[in-house]
């Protein structure tokens, strides 16, 4: 296998530098962090050994000299994802440089995806929503698919830890995009709008008591349906903390991410009401699949617990892995249920230090 050059973009941010390091030690990468911060840049090069380069994605040239013999693009530029310019996964598809990135949007994941026949015909995959939500929970899902001759229903759970220390002002700029699409529960073969929306539930450890989880949707799930024949899929989301979580809504509903200053004033806010003992700063995602295999009635639950960054990590350091060693070869623009490998990814994950379990049982 050949060595292959990965810039990192907003590779000395709070996710991207979570990304660097983890693909510093690999022995397939050569990497280049980068960032519109040339001092920056050049001190986590340093300690990392690596290049550094400077990039700023609203910039024609400054992506077109970042790019030089690149072979792999991870873009980890701080959000909103939302309206954000096209630029940088247009000219890689151009350069022919494969492109992945952690938005959470489900607006930019619709532009992204109409650049899937340029992608196709310079031969380059550039895969959008990789991250903890979206990202993970649909790879999980799509694992499961050939365990299940009819696969009944899956409810999608994310949740947040109440100690949001690590959550940075532009993730919370994005989360107000993402709190603003509409909630869908896919039924009777179509997406609907959910009946009730409210569930209680008790997650076990580290979340120790009952949860309030609401329905929510991204871009990433909308596919689920078209990719495998299942009869209900619902996604829920939520804060262990239920002040908190209420706090959030409202701070977003009523425009403070909308400045810098409201944005840190939210978060401050939060981080305060996150300080409890109970407090974690794991996210949880937990998915309950049911379905009939060799005609037997299956319940799966599959957890995930880890520090919410280091999981938004994981998953675009896993496809890059997965890519470098030609796992992925579907060219064009996707989201990551289309074309991730699941059951690879989901062994990979599981050799990383979080905390993963599935459980199957019969019924
Ligand atoms: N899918 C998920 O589960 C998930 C979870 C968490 C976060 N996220 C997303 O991850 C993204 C990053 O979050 P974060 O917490 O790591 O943000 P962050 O700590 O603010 O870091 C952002 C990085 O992007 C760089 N940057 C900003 N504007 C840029 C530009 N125009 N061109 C090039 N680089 C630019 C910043 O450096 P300079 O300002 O110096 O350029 C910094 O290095 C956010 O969009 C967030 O929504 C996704």
Excluded at 22 to 48: C, F, P
Excluded at 224 to 239: V, Y
Excluded at 293 to 322: D, F, S
Aim: neutral net charge; contains cysteine.
């Amino acid at each position: 296998m050949n060595e292959q050059k990965v810039l990192v973009v907003g590779g000395y941010g709070t996710v991207g530098s979570l990304v660097s390091e983890l693909l510093a030690t690999d022995e397939y990468i050569e990497l280049v962090v980068a960032g519109r911060n040339e001092s920056k840049a050049r001190k986590l090069a340093q300690t990392l050994q690596c290049e550094w380069r400077t990039i700023d994605i609203s910039n024609a040239p400054s992506i077109s000299s970042a790019l030089q013999d690149i072979d792999v693009i991870i873009n980890c530029f701080s959000g909103p994802f939302t309206h954000a310019p096209l630029l940088l996964p247009e000219l890689a598809a151009q350069a022919g440089i494969h492109y992945l990135d952690v938005a959470g949007s489900y607006e930019y994941a619709e532009r992204f995806l109409k650049l899937n026949p340029l992608a196709a015909k310079n031969k380059v995959t550039l895969i959008t929503a990789l991250g903890a939500s979206p990202g993970i929970p649909g790879i999980a899902l799509m694992s499961a698919k050939d365990d299940f001759e009819v696969f009944e229903s899956a409810n999608v759970m994310f949740v947040l830890g109440a100690k949001i220390d690590g959550i940075s002002a532009s993730s919370l700029k994005e989360l107000k995009y993402m709190f603003a699409v509409k909630p869908l529960v896919w039924r009777d073969d179509q997406w609907m709008p959910p009946k009730d929306s409210d569930r209680k539930e008790y997650l076990g450890k580290p979340f120790e008591k009952g949860i309030y989880l609401g329905i929510s949707l991204t871009r990433d799930l909308l596919i689920i349906p078209e990719l495998i024949q299942i009869n209900e899929l619902s996604f829920w989301s939520g804060s262990q903390s239920t002040s908190q979580g209420i706090a959030m809504l409202l701070g977003l509903k009523l425009g403070l991410t909308k400045s810098d200053r409201g944005a840190q004033f939210l978060l401050n806010v939060l981080k305060r009401m996150g300080q409890a003992k109970w407090a974690t700063s794991d996210a949880l995602i937990k998915l309950e699949l049911m379905g009939t295999n060799r005609g037997i009635g299956q319940k799966r639950t599959i957890k995930i617990y880890c520090e919410e960054n280091y999981m938004t990590a994981l998953a675009p350091v896993i496809i890059c892995q997965q890519l470098i060693e030609e796992k992925i070869v579907k060219h064009g623009a996707f989201v990551p249920p289309e074309v991730i490998p699941a059951g690879d990814f989901m062994d990979r994950l599981g050799n990383f230090p979080i905390r993963y379990s599935v459980k199957t049982e019969d019924i």
